[in-house]
């Protein structure tokens, strides 16, 4: 997918959607996730899943500065007045338990899925997605021994890179390229991607919002659009809807992949570095092609 970079601040959206932040492991990029709420400001906010990672608090405890001022500035801009909307995912299924009552604390609504109409019209089905990852479904056990070798291979990845920084070469994700190079791994994500579609299409919906595989994609599914809104553990992305209806995927962190080496900063903002923007592919009316 090609990117291109654009430089702005203060960003206002009509909608954002984000997923699959992790918050609780050490993997988690909430120095940048928290850049990211703090600069912008939208009139929606989807939690689209796994924001915080009960899998991994329930083995072992982490929780820094950065995940608690990510949980400040999402209460924040519900109470500047953004619809703010959580949709538990399969690593924060605890909340889901508390579906049936429709429970909202501090302005933030918790649902099983949601409808987001856009601003030409279209009707987006969001929902986190795991309900059709048959690995997640119906072998829990198998995909808990996946999430500790993922988080294996983070840490491989994270040595991996200080060795390729000290010999001059830039960020480069391992973890990434392994899962691209994996065939089925591959075939996965095409599979989940088509049932993601057609559960759209068989809800009368003209596209869907999803999170969960850490994919960030954005395309026509079997004449359906498909938007996956990726994660803040490898990519650091967001999809956004602009007021005049389009869609993009904006990439917080790939204006500067070395960031990703450095130590978490407790406030990202106190660097005093300009927001920068990588934009991907834009959406109007009419889906492009990528």
Request: aromatic share 10%.
């Amino acid at each position: 997918m090609n990117v291109s970079v654009s430089h702005g601040l203060q960003p206002r959206y009509r909608a954002v959607f984000i997923s699959d932040t992790h918050l609780g492991t050490r993997g988690c990029r909430s120095d940048f996730l928290a850049d990211f709420l703090r600069r912008m400001s939208c009139d929606r906010l989807f939690l689209v899943g796994d924001i915080i990672d009960g899998w991994r608090l329930r083995k072992s405890w982490y929780w820094d500065a950065n995940h608690d001022e990510v949980l400040r500035l999402i209460l924040h801009h519900a109470r500047s007045g953004a619809e703010v909307t959580y949709i538990p995912g399969n690593h924060d299924e605890m909340f889901r338990a508390w579906l049936p009552v429709g429970l909202e604390v501090g302005g933030i609504r918790l649902r099983k899925d949601a409808v987001h109409v856009a601003a030409d019209g279209r009707r987006l089905l969001v929902m986190h997605g795991d309900e059709f990852d048959s690995v997640v479904r119906y072998a829990k056990f198998i995909a808990l021994l996946g999430d500790g070798a993922y988080v294996s291979a983070l840490v491989v990845n994270r040595w991996f890179n200080v060795v390729r920084r000290r010999l001059g070469y830039p960020y480069w994700s391992l973890s990434a390229w392994l899962k691209r190079q994996v065939k089925e791994a591959v075939k996965a994500i095409g599979r989940f991607e088509a049932a993601l579609a057609n559960e759209a299409r068989r809800r009368g919906f003209d596209g869907v919002v999803c999170g969960h595989i850490h994919h960030a994609e954005m395309r026509e599914v079997n004449g359906m659009l498909y938007m996956n809104d990726g994660d803040w553990v490898e990519s650091c992305t967001a999809l956004v809807e602009h007021h005049d209806g389009r869609f993009e995927l904006v990439d917080w962190a790939a204006i500067n992949r070395l960031s990703f080496l450095a130590p978490k900063l407790e406030h990202a903002s106190s660097t005093g570095a300009k927001a920068s923007v990588v934009n991907g592919p834009q959406l109007g009316r009419e889906p492009a092609s990528v």
